[in-house]
């Protein structure tokens, strides 16, 4: 089979034009001259709760009067419109939401076929507030990065997601993008009495069974009940579970993992700063992963509540959510310019005559859970006074174990006890063409690729672990006074919050392999018929894990153990950290018949304590030994937000406030990691416990205007954020090693910038049924948004200077969502489209030619639903129906690759039963 995955090639790109962007908001202005005329005639007030509808429009109407009733800027999704999407998770369902995006992971290690996390205003998550019903959760990722994972949480627990743009002093200020609120399914919607769902799916993903079978379709399903009892229906109870398996794969096409091309005189002569060459990118490894995955969810949701009296209520909610993840990851690899001078080259080609290969396999199932209890009460008293009490424990952990088995072509053995280390050689030899920006390389001789003998033993990595624990406990009381949606005059709020937030990570490897040729892969390597993407043709090779197992316990008399590396790898990851934060605020508001004014302010107290592992080499002997670190800082945060209705359907929103933004758990650690490749040159990963939150002053407008049976939103927003935080990375940097010697190595430490600034506007329009535009049109419904952003981060090079970036990080220049639906009696279908422009993945502070981008990247998804009688729905769902890949670029002009990834297309087809 021939993969191609060139970021070029693969489906024509969509961006948005100013001429489409005026056409497009057009429509709204012709309708609101339309409504205006008839609101002037006495036409239907939009008062939506009191029209009776089902569906998508019901869900529409629900966000809209959600909207219209916050005090703050906000934007949500009701669960019937998740239930038209198919969004498996709470991630995916963010991205429909104006001004959110969503990001991919970020590692090297692990594939990129799903969406993670969420970035609201250009701001990656780690710096917004994400809670589940008012409280944090614990979460964990391979990043070891702050703020929940939100792929770990079903769509279908979702009564309602909120995305709130402004913040307030009775939220958590860690929120300088925004704060995304989950709103679980209570047992009191709909009325009260009972109700039960079910619905099964069975799909298709269109990369599955290659190089490997697998076990078949995927599959979802999942089910919910609620009931109240008692003489008023005061008591009620929920639950609801659901668990889905989808096998696929995905292959990557990369270069290096850090220097992604090298720069060459005319000469020959190989240099540091593309400035100094003859200005043609020399592609220096070209990496092929192929991911196998069989990905399996599951959870359960329940809740216990109570109404005892129109003034008391209280609730228990628990949850366990799991994440099982069996992959194997198979390596190919082929260096271009290890130790070689391109010969003949051209502005995009050139010819290699040496070149080194890698084979690799890597076994790596990981296992994530976490688990939720929350509890909390409210109690109304004195007519228009409110006491709430929240209370929530979570837990999150994650474990993921890796077998690794490695063979090179290129070898060099450096006697015995020593562990062997790469070189060139002359049967690579190799040509390589740079197509539309993707390497594409030649082997001379292919036969080479495939000859079993040439491929010898380098390592073996048998039982690695990486071990992750979060626990956070949250706690929060609130009264407020006269400070509800109905209340008129002035009115008073003051709360107390704590939490604690404790995170561990522990990791370990075990390094072994030949100190003398002899191993080989004869008998253990297989060469399958998928075709490795821009290779020339090159078939995919694995190897097979039992039998180079097998390999390893035969011959204990060659093996030896890299014991300084392994002492490392046992210690230099592990980290504890603890935080403890607590808050007070006050607040005050006014309210008149049409405008609605709040102003305070919170302290906000941080007590952090942390360890982590160092070594200080003496003659070449490493000692390691614990470090602690502590910091501790204190915050007066203020808040003012106010809203105006200058006609009825016509509001206005204006917000200042300070926030912060805390840094990642891992940012803090006091610990230097080091791995080291087989050419000997470094990758050295530092903490930095001096690191210091962001702080930022958030500026926003925005105007509503209500339609009879839709929305127009205007809102400009501006953020000044001191002490940005970004991870330096700088290449070819000397390091003195733990065996004494000083090498090259690539070292990233997180970073306070100097300062950074965004800008952005959103616009948003929904309109129910396209019927004022023509009578046919009457069962079309159109919702639309559009997010322009202007971004700019300043960071510090290593000599001091300083230079600007043209974006934040994770911050994309623009995002649009832009769906189409049809509704005619119990048919209901709609279409799709979500585009996210070209957005920073990661610096290199003094090579801006290493600065890597995450590609523009559109989606399209449609799905359908068939009432067939009151109890049974049939529908159908596709996810990515273009089959749309991620890519990352880097290079002077942000137009080389850095990495692309397939992303499967999913089908899925099945029946929701309901009573």
């Known amino acids: 089979m021939e993969v191609t995955m060139s970021h070029r090639k693969c489906h024509p790109e969509w961006k948005l034009k100013p001429i489409s962007a005026a056409i497009i908001f057009a429509i709204p202005l012709f309708v609101q001259a339309q409504t205006s005329t008839e609101t002037a005639a006495g036409a239907a007030s939009p008062e939506l709760e009191t029209v009776t509808v089902s569906g998508q429009r019901l869900a529409s109407r629900r966000a809209i009067a959600s909207k219209q009733a916050s005090t703050r800027i906000m934007d949500s999704v009701a669960a019937d419109d998740v239930q038209q999407l198919p969004d498996s998770t709470v991630a995916e369902t963010l991205r429909r939401i104006p001004g959110a995006s969503v990001t991919f992971n970020n590692d090297n290690v692990h594939g990129r076929d799903e969406a993670e996390r969420p970035v609201l205003r250009g701001l990656d998550a780690r710096y917004n507030n994400t809670t589940v019903d008012g409280l944090g959760i614990a979460s964990v990722d391979s990043n070891t990065v702050r703020g ?266 450096n006697g015995s006890g020593k562990l062997p280390s790469t070189t060139d050689v002359a049967s690579l030899a190799n040509t390589y063409n740079m197509v539309n920006g993707q390497p594409v390389i030649y082997l001379t001789n292919p036969a080479n690729w495939t000859d079993a003998s040439k491929w010898l033993a380098d390592y073996y990595r048998d039982g690695s672990n990486i071990q992750m624990d979060n626990r956070l406990d949250d706690t929060r009381l609130d009264w407020k006074k006269n400070l509800d949606e109905e209340s008129k005059g002035w009115g008073v709020g003051a709360g107390l919050g704590r939490t604690m937030n404790r995170f561990n990570y522990d990791s370990n490897q075990f390094d072994q392999g030949p100190s003398r040729a002899g191993l080989t892969a004869e008998g253990i390597l297989s060469v399958t018929n998928s075709i490795l993407p821009s290779s020339g043709g090159l078939p995919l090779l694995i190897i097979d894990p039992a039998k180079a197992r097998q390999q390893l316990v035969n011959n204990p008399g060659y093996m030896t153990a ?34 609605r004014s709040l102003f305070g302010v919170r302290y906000d107290m941080s007590d952090i304590a942390t360890t982590g592992n160092q070594s200080v080499t003496k003659s070449g002997i490493a000692n390691w030994a614990p470090v602690s670190a502590s910091a501790s800082y204190h915050y007066l945060l203020p808040s003012f937000s106010t809203s105006y209705d200058i006609e009825k359907n016509l509001k206005v929103r204006a917000a200042v406030a300070k926030t912060i933004g805390r840094p990642d758990f891992s940012f803090y650690a006091p610990r230097i990691s080091v791995s080291e490749a087989n050419d000997g040159t470094l990758s050295v990963s530092k903490g930095n416990p001096d690191i210091k939150p962001r702080e930022s ?78 009578p046919k049109l009457s069962n079309f419904g159109l919702s639309s948004n559009l997010t322009w952003m202007k971004g700019k981060l300043d960071v510090t090079k290593t000599d001091k200077s300083v230079r600007s970036i043209d974006r934040l990080l994770g911050q994309p220049d623009a995002i649009a ?99």
């Open 697 to 774: 002053i958030n500026l926003d407008l925005s105007v509503e205007r209500y339609l009879r049976d839709g929305l127009i939103s205007l809102a400009v927003f501006d953020k000044k954020i001191d002490n940005e935080i970004y991870t330096a990375t700088a290449t070819n940097q000397p390091y003195l090693y733990s065996d004494g010697t000083t090498r090259s190595a690539t070292i990233s430490q997180p970073q306070n910038s100097s300062g950074a600034h965004v800008t952005g506007i959103e616009v948003g329009f929904l309109l129910n049924s396209l019927q004022d535009i023509h």
């Open 148 to 413: 929940a994972r939100l792929d770990l949480l079903p769509s279908s627990m979702i009564d309602r997601l909120e995305v709130f743009k402004t913040w307030t002093p009775d939220l958590n200020p860690n929120a300088i993008g925004g704060s995304t609120n989950v709103v679980t399914r209570s047992a009191f919607a709909k009325g009260g009495g009972f109700h039960a769902s079910m619905s099964l799916a069975a799909g298709n993903v269109s990369n599955h069974g290659e190089p490997f079978s697998d076990d078949g379709l995927p599959k979802k399903g999942g089910f919910s009940i609620s009931n109240t009892w008692g003489a008023d229906n005061q008591y009620g109870f929920s639950v609801g579970a659901y668990k889905e398996r989808v096998d696929t794969y995905t292959v990557g096409h990369a270069t290096t993992d850090s220097v992604y091309y090298n720069y060459f005189s005319n000469t020959g002569t190989k240099v540091t700063d593309p400035s100094l060459s003859n200005g043609y990118a020399v592609p220096q490894n070209n990496k092929y992963f192929w991911f196998q995955d069989s990905r399996e969810r599951q959870g359960i949701t329940g809740k216990l509540e109570a109404k005892p009296s129109a003034d008391l209520s209280g609730f228990i909610t628990f949850g366990k959510y799991q994440t099982t993840l069996k992959e194997t990851r198979n390596e190919n690899y082929i260096s271009t310019t290890l130790s070689g001078t391109p010969l003949e080259q051209t502005a995009n080609s050139g010819r290699f005559a040496t070149g080194e290969a890698e084979l690799g396999y890597s076994d790596q199932p990981q296992k994530r859970t976490t688990n939720v209890l929350q509890l909390g009460g409210d109690w109304s008293f004195q007519g228009d006074q409110q006491l709430s009490f929240r209370h929530g424990w979570s837990k999150a952990s994650s474990t993921e174990i890796r077998t690794m088995y490695k063979y090179i072509q290129g070898l060099k053995f």
């Open 817 to 915: 969502n832009l769906s189409i639906f049809y509704i005619d009696k119990g048919l209901e279908a709609r279409l799709a489209f979500n585009y996210t422009g070209k957005s920073l993945r990661a610096v290199d502070v003094n090579a801006p030619w290493n600065d890597v981008f995450w590609k523009e990247r559109s989606q399209v998804d449609f799905s359908t639903r068939y009432r067939w009688n009151k109890n049974l729905t049939i529908f159908a769902e596709v996810k990515n129906l273009t089959s749309k890949g991620v890519t990352s670029l880097t290079g002077v002009n942000r137009d080389l690759l850095k990495d692309t990834y397939l992303v499967s297309r999913t089908l899925w087809l099945g029946a929701k039963w309901q009573m």
């Open 562 to 595: 890299n014991n300084v590396t392994n002492t490392a790898q046992f210690l230099q990851d592990d980290y504890t950290f603890k935080e403890l934060l607590q808050s007070a605020y006050v607040m005050t508001g006014y309210n008149t018949q049409k405008s």
